[in-house]
């Protein structure tokens, strides 16, 4: 279960008339109960979702209120956090650190699997599950983006997190990948939160939330707040009007 | 990219080539003895080899040097292709560096200088290719100990390693994509339309990957 207490976000902003710095609010107050396996998040570019992400896992830590996860305090708890929440970014590249497949995912085993050959075992079965055990040794970067998106994932899955948050991790594919992904991204045991643009991948989630100006201002089933963000992107006066 | 585009320094007409991705860093799987041994044991020769190529002067002792490592590259089975795309620029690099060396210092200076990189960057090679990266971090966060002490912790270090073999062919593709961006606006000539997007973009790379690492939790 995913908690989020009144939950704020705020930043120093420079003044564009060159005065002093003031504080800005990028997000919130957010109050939530997240329970569902599949949450989609959508919302404009500079909304605020991905800071809404961010915050899930203790990446962005609250400048008010509190995120819990299963009961784990993002501030207080910050590693066992990161240890039961999975994050995946919309650009592989920055996530994958090491020059093959196996040795990425084999990173993300070090802490938690102490002897290296138990390690090289694993990372192979979380390649051979995502289907790249074939390239487990070439360069990351003669993968496709495709390729390398999967590779993300997979090096996040392979600590075996109970909550994966994606941070539009199909924006940058071609619709075969982007299907690819979604798929397999449906088919994980563990609780999917998903920052999206897709409206079909976003309506196939339990519950959406749309994020506006940095406030969640529809959080329904798809159907009624993917009408509510359409609306909104549209300019449409019933979104306006609407609570 | 357009089908005649230059990435990889591809000629018109011909295919393109991905791009160099330099010749540190890629594991190549094998049983030979170099593959065997600990990678502590590789390092420390390493490093030994950079002393006595130091020490030792004149072409002579450096070419038997480059003879040395390139027998152990061949005994390690090396891809040969790969490798020697990988270190292309590096042999017209150091060609550069022993031009200059022998208009400033002789010929002698020159080769012997041009030699000692080759065998130097082949060496590194050889160790990163016959040594996996989990291996290496281990090593390396094990000589690391003692900074724990002045408050470094030995993973970070070994990480920071990790990130630097990683790190090298994203800079060159930044770099070429940044060169790329330039060019299509016909600013190929103006060093500042590829440096300063090629800067802004490593910069915004290091602080996602900083971001990425955080919470893959390693740097907990």
């Known amino acids: ?243 | 990219m357009s089908p005649v585009g230059r990435r990889g320094g591809t000629a018109p007409g011909r295919p393109l080539r991905a791009p160099w991705a330099g010749p540190l860093g890629l594991h190549h799987p094998g049983s030979s003895v170099l593959h065997r041994a600990p990678a502590g044991l590789k390092l420390v020769a390493l490093a030994g080899l950079g002393v006595v190529l130091v020490v030792l002067r004149g072409p002579a002792t450096a070419a038997l040097a480059l003879v040395a490592v390139g027998g152990l590259a061949a005994l390690a089975r090396l891809p040969w292709r790969r490798t020697s795309r990988g270190l292309l620029p590096v042999v017209l690099a150091a060609a550069v560096l022993a031009g200059y060396q022998t208009w400033a210092r002789g010929w002698a200076v020159g080769v012997e200088t041009a030699l000692d990189v080759l065998t130097l960057v082949l060496a590194g090679t050889l160790v990163t290719a016959t040594t996996r990266a989990d291996d290496l971090l281990a090593t390396v966060a094990r000589a690391a100990r003692p900074l724990r002490r002045v408050g470094l912790p030995p993973e970070t270090v070994a990480l920071a390693v990790g990130l630097f073999l990683r790190t090298v062919p994203v800079v060159v593709r930044v770099v070429g994509e940044s060169r790329d961006a330039a060019r299509a606006r016909g600013l190929e000539r103006d060093p500042r339309a590829t440096v300063v997007p090629a800067t802004v973009r490593m910069v915004a790379h290091a602080r996602t990957t900083g971001d990425a690492l955080a919470a893959r939790g390693l740097a907990d």
């Open chain 1, 1 to 243: 279960m995913i908690e989020l207490d009144a939950a704020e976000v705020t930043a120093w902003s420079p003044d564009p008339a060159g005065g002093p710095e003031r504080v800005v609010r990028l997000l919130g107050p957010v109050t939530l109960r997240i329970g569902e396996r599949r949450v989609a998040v959508v919302g404009a570019n500079g909304s605020g979702k991905s800071t809404l992400a961010r915050l899930l896992n203790g990446l962005v830590l609250p400048s008010a209120g509190a995120v819990r996860v299963d009961g784990l305090d993002t501030v207080r708890d910050g590693a066992a956090v990161r240890r039961r929440v999975g994050f995946v970014f919309t650009d592989p590249d920055a996530q994958l650190v090491m020059p093959t497949p196996l040795e990425d995912v084999a990173l993300s085993l070090r802490r938690t699997v102490p002897d290296a050959a138990e390690r090289t075992a694993r990372a192979h079965a979380a390649l051979e599950r995502i289907g790249l055990a074939e390239r487990a040794h070439v360069s990351v970067h003669q993968l496709s983006g495709g390729q390398r998106q999967l590779l993300a994932l997979a090096a996040v899955l392979a600590t075996e997190p109970a909550v994966l948050v994606c941070d539009e991790p199909t924006t940058l594919l071609d619709l075969r990948w982007r299907t690819h992904v979604d798929a397999l991204l449906a088919s994980l045991d563990q609780q999917v939160v998903v920052v999206t643009h897709d409206l079909d991948a976003a309506a196939r989630a339990e519950r959406v939330l749309v994020v506006d100006r940095g406030q969640v201002v529809a959080d329904d089933a798809p159907g009624p707040a993917l009408a509510r963000y359409r609306a909104l992107m549209t300019g449409s006066p019933d979104a306006l009007a609407a609570p």
